[in-house]
């Protein structure tokens, strides 16, 4: 993110409360997805099974 993007954001019509949601629900499922991962949680049925490189 930089400026620009935070600018065309807004002229899209975000104002400051809504980034911030933005920010929150990117950065919960960014936390989440990692812990998913970790812990070699299941995956859903349909989706590629992880490679061995997975942690």
Same mark, same amino acid.
């Given at each position: 993110?930089? !400026? %620009? %993007?935070?600018? &065309?954001? !807004? ?9 911030? &949601? ?21 995956? &859903? ?8 490189? %997975?942690?």
């Amino acid at each position: 993110m930089d !400026r %620009a %993007a935070l600018d &065309e954001l !807004r002229a899209q019509g975000l104002d400051d409360a809504a980034l911030h &949601e933005a920010v929150q629900v990117v950065a919960y499922f960014n936390y989440i997805n990692r812990v998913a991962d970790a812990l070699r949680v299941d995956l &859903e049925p349909g989706m590629p099974p992880l490679t061995d490189g %997975a942690a």
